[in-house]
């Protein structure tokens, strides 16, 4: 039977293209040829997949969907990764349509659910999906913009579950950044949503020219129009600054003892702006890969005096952003630095990370929008966000902070970063520039400019809630079968077929090794092997050794005692450092002799430690109080211990005593091989032999485990949800019932503690503060010893860690890795925001930025909404949820309407 696209599509073909053709007549340009063919096919009834750079229209398509929907009397869903999104495409889907047609769910806000057009994140839309929500009637297109996010790791298979699980009659839309594997995807999308046309551009609208601003002068980074041949002055610049590092390093420091690296200085943040200014380059996003350093930027330019905006433009700055603000006290606008943000708003200049308050984030976009700040300092997150077109982009650095290493950027990661550049009607060119640093490569920026390489790998695996609600609708074999069509399980299937062609490469060269390896005197192979027999055994009895210093080392952790004086003598905390807290989890906590509070581990100490001296630790030492660490630290020294690292006297071989090594070594004596007068030889051939032995075995077990991945993870998931009595064969329990409500990371310890009770008895803020723990991730392990509130909490947060870790037992039995440890880095604060303390009071406490309050709390109050509805309703936990709710969407947290 046809869908209601494919009819309405039939029907056109028959009058002509009359609906593509009222639909570009209401822009004021002409479509490109990308976007017709595009909107050609979603007019014949096809799918379709678009890939395009960054501002190049591909949202016109979805668009045209929209408009398809409309004309045709059916619903279109407009999805996008980020609430942020929703709302900017939600003001300009309005803008076009009327506020009649058009709706808005984000979990922060509903408006007009029922409306024929509504735009929504991708897990709003997988939850209907699963709740078999009766706004799905009627629906004829679904927009994915942004559907490259199926590749983020925490979120992506939102994306595969959304598309596995659109019914049939429904026509998909994706949108996508310009990825390299866009047919393997539009593939993919062929065999799971059946016809697709898959739309590649490469062009951009605007051409993007890479520059270099050394010093205060900006040099073509290319010097052809196709952006191949780097400029050669550029190169004897590098050439030369590298000379100059090389001479410097052999001559004697300059006063102060630092050599000059580099004869071309840096320029200040404030020299690049006027730099840009003076080129005609503004307004520009500088990408600055911190968000103390997006806030210095700015706080640094405001010292510099630099302005600019003229008088008008700072009146109308002032007015949108007095709008904007006007339902936030004034006492709370004090504490969130709103007279700084103003200053540099007015003068044009702002910063823009996720540490800023989601209200403040708005106002920036909105002003650089409309040119009136002409500069703004963000964090890549701004790269993947809102609609934020400028004339030029300014990377600082091309080496960021991942979360565990710096790490440099990728060729996809600075095309995303740079691709913002060019305004689309407005600038003829765009521009991305790169700032020269000490150690600047030009043919390495070459590189990641003209490198198109941004694969799509899926992210997806099946998880407790999503078990749970496939089983629920389709049955345990049909669920696992749906699995199987998954894009992570697409190109798991594509990778077996290289590995499996190059076993047989291997196959063949191991048939030569073999004859190689030929001995007229015996059996070589069988000679190798007593070799290979005896390097093993003695490899393993180092193991063996080290394993028994590692058992001995964790031995001595535990008999330390608070103010115990210790050397560490490896890693990054060498040195001495006074035990705080030896009881902690996750090892002792100790203050080092320069002042920082560290979390000591097994792997700090190849052996035993010992107490090397006792220090008076006062009672309710605070780790975080900078004073009373160097107390400790003062303490320390006067002890005068010395501070070199000594090392255990080696102790003989256990290889010397052992048996089975005398034995190997006898036989290989013996063996007739071993006279032979070319057995080295024939030993090297061995060794490549088994060298690429073991490569073969692990391809073939790396290709095995890569069949029915997906499938098979899947059956893990289920037998541990029947052992726990969330299933039973086809059937979901009450138990798995409420499971299939939460969509948390957290969902399995979450159902765990609602089925035990354990949360029935905790207060309003008690419950908010031990839910924080299923949400908060710390950013560092800076504050291993967090604060935690009084009373029931810390008995809930107790009776949490216990069930958690049997949980993770659980999981570990049937080789799954789901659950995170809970985090109570965040419990304080939410206990007291929910107790009613004041903003000022409670960032305090939190030492973190507004934005991360914000959003935080934002996620707090959806788990405990989810809560409040998973919950059984005689459950005392219902009540307790909602009225947590009601509680903390106060202030700045409720009048954000960002998250």
């Avoid at 980020?82 to 009649?100: C, E, F």
């Avoid at 009627?138 to 199926?150: F, K, N, S």
């Avoid at 010292?303 to 008008?312: K, S």
């Avoid at 909404?865 to 998973?870: K, L, P, S, T, V």
Wanted: aromatic share 6%.
């Amino acid at each position: 039977m046809a869908s209601p696209a494919q009819r309405y599509a039939a029907s056109r073909r028959r009058a002509g293209r009359h609906a593509l053709n009222d639909f570009a007549a209401q822009f004021d340009f002409s479509l490109d040829p990308f976007q017709v063919a595009a909107c050609e096919a979603l007019e014949d009834g096809h799918g379709v997949l678009v890939a395009a750079p960054t501002g190049a229209g591909k949202t016109v398509v979805g668009e045209f969907a929209v408009h398809l929907a409309l004309t045709s009397g059916a619903k279109c869903f407009y999805t996008t990764p980020i609430k942020a999104l929703s709302n900017q495409k939600y003001g300009d889907l309005v803008a076009r349509h009327g506020a009649a047609n058009v709706g808005l769910l984000t979990g922060d806000n509903a408006v007009n659910g029922d409306a024929p057009i509504v735009v929504m994140t991708t897990e709003v839309l997988r939850n209907m999906l699963y709740a078999g929500s009766p706004a799905l009637r009627g629906l004829a297109y679904v927009v994915m913009d942004e559907v490259h996010y199926l590749a983020d790791r925490f979120r992506g298979a939102v994306w595969e579950e959304v598309i596995l699980h659109l019914p049939d009659s429904v026509t998909l839309v994706s949108l996508s950044a310009t990825v390299s594997n866009a047919e393997e995807f539009g593939e993919w999308l062929q065999t799971v949503r059946g016809d697709t046309t898959v739309i590649v551009e490469e062009h951009r609208p605007v051409p993007l020219w890479q520059s270099v601003l050394v010093g205060r002068r900006l040099y073509d980074l290319f010097v052809d129009d196709d952006q191949h041949e780097v400029n050669q002055e550029l190169l004897r610049l590098a050439s030369d600054e590298a000379r100059f590092a090389r001479i410097n390093d052999d001559r004697r420091p300059q006063r102060g003892g630092r050599r000059p690296r580099s004869r071309i200085d840096v320029p200040s943040r404030p020299d690049v702006i006027e730099t840009l200014d003076r080129a005609g380059l503004l307004p520009v996003i500088v990408f600055i890969f911190s968000r103390a350093g997006c806030d210095a930027a700015v706080l640094q330019c405001l010292r510099r005096g630099l302005r600019l905006t003229e008088p008008a433009e700072r009146d109308i700055v002032r007015r949108v952003a007095a709008e904007r603000t006007a339902d936030i006290p004034s006492d709370d606008l004090r504490v969130l630095g709103y007279g700084e943000f103003l200053d540099g708003l007015e003068r044009g200049v702002a910063a823009h990370h996720a540490g800023m308050l989601p209200v403040f984030k708005e106002i920036v976009e909105t002003l650089f929008a409309q040119g009136l700040v002409k500069t703004v300092f963000a964090t890549e997150t701004l790269a993947l966000g809102i609609n934020m077109p400028a004339r030029s982009v300014v990377l600082e650095s091309l080496v960021k902070w991942n979360g565990e290493a710096h790490v440099d950027l990728t060729p996809g990661e600075y095309t995303q970063l740079t691709g913002r550049a060019g305004r689309r009607g407005i600038d003829v060119e765009g521009h991305g520039v790169v700032l020269w640093t000490p150690g600047f490569d030009p043919k390495h920026v070459a590189g990641l400019a003209s490198t198109r390489t941004y694969p799509l790998r899926s992210s997806f695996r099946p998880s407790y809630n999503m078990a749970v609600n496939l089983v629920g609708q389709l049955g345990r074999a049909a669920a696992r079968e749906l699995l199987e069509s998954s894009f992570a399980q697409f190109q798991a299937d594509r990778s077996v077929v290289g590995l499996m062609r190059q076993v047989r490469r291997n196959e063949e060269a191991l048939a030569g090794y073999r004859e190689s390896m030929q001995c007229h005197l015996g059996d070589f192979p069988e000679y190798a092997g007593l070799r290979r027999a005896l390097k093993d055994r003695e490899s393993q009895l180092a193991r063996e050794g080290s394993a028994q210093r590692r058992a001995e080392a964790a031995a001595s952790l535990e008999r330390l005692r608070p103010g115990d004086v210790i050397r560490v003598p490896a890693g990054r905390r060498t040195g001495l450092a006074v035990v705080v807290d030896p009881r902690a989890t996750g090892g002792p906590v100790v203050v080092t002799v320069d002042r920082q509070v560290k979390r000591l581990t097994v792997v700090d100490f190849p052996t035993p430690v010992e107490s090397i001296g006792h220090v008076r630790v006062p009672k309710g030492f605070n780790p975080r109080s900078p004073q009373a660490r160097r107390d400790i630290v003062s303490s320390l020294r006067n002890l005068q211990l010395d501070d070199d690292v000594s090392t255990r006297p080696r102790k003989r071989s256990a290889a010397a005593d052992d048996e089975v090594i005398s034995d190997l070594r006898r036989a290989i004596r013996a063996h007739p091989s071993h006279g032979c007068s070319e057995r080295e030889q024939h030993a090297r051939w061995a060794e490549r032999y088994d060298r690429l032995r073991r490569d073969t075995d692990a391809l073939m077990q790396k290709a095995e485990g890569r069949t029915n991945t997906i499938a098979r993870m899947f059956d893990r998931v289920c037998d541990l949800l029947t052992s726990l009595g969330y299933l039973d064969g086809d059937r979901v329990t009450a138990d798995g019932q409420v499971l299939a409500r939460v969509y948390s990371e957290a969902d399995l310890v979450i159902a765990e503690s609602l089925r035990a009770g354990a949360w029935d008895g905790l207060g309003v803020a008690d419950l908010a503060a031990v839910v924080s723990c299923l949400v908060y991730e710390s950013r560092r392990d800076d504050d291993p010893t967090p604060r935690l509130p009084p009373g029931a909490t810390r008995t809930a947060l107790d009776d949490l860690t216990r069930r958690w870790a049997a949980l993770e037992r659980a999981e570990h039995d049937v080789r799954l890795d789901f659950l995170r440890e809970p985090d109570a880095g965040f419990a304080y604060v939410a206990w007291r925001w929910a107790k009613g303390h004041s903003l000022d009071a409670v960032l305090v406490d939190a030492a973190q930025a507004p934005g991360d309050f914000v959003r935080w709390m934002k996620q707090l109050i959806d788990l405990l909404d989810q809560i409040a509805g998973a919950a059984v309703e005689s459950s005392p936990v219902r009540r307790t949820a909602e009225q947590a709710v009601r509680a903390l969407r106060r202030g700045v947290v409720a009048y954000s309407a960002v998250a």
